[in-house]
């Protein structure tokens, strides 16, 4: 003899199952971004005083995903004695400098300009800068080194120029 469960509690689990479900997906699909976005994330995020060479070069990753996520073509070249990424997109070639944490000094704001010049090439100096972890002001000598030809994107949004 089969005992039928009370109709009521069946449409209340019945209920209960299907929104179960689909929270887990709905959990999967939120996971699933985060991981295609986390590039964002990282590129924002402040450097710690743990942060080590291994989160410098992850952070110059993140933002070559960043240009990868607009349609540019991403290398990071061999070299040490070179920018940290070179993107390309149609005509524009830029050459990336990545710097994460403390204020940038003047000799590092033409780091990416040195590699330009030594290594003979033609693209465009960038220096991509996370000051997330003092934000720091970007100073009237690095505007003035900005206004020269040098493009800047920042890491975060409270930067004071």
Known sequence: MRIEPIPELKVANDNYRKKRNDARKALAKIRKLEQKFYFLKRIVEPRKNTDTKTEDVELEYAVMDLFKSLNFKCKKPVSESDVDAKV??????????VKNGNLVGENETFQPLKHKILNDDDFHPIVVFNNAKHNDNWGNARIKIAGIGFEYVFGTRNMDL
Do not use: P, R, V, W
């Open 88 to 97: 390309k997109f149609k005509k524009l070639y830029l050459g990336l400098e």
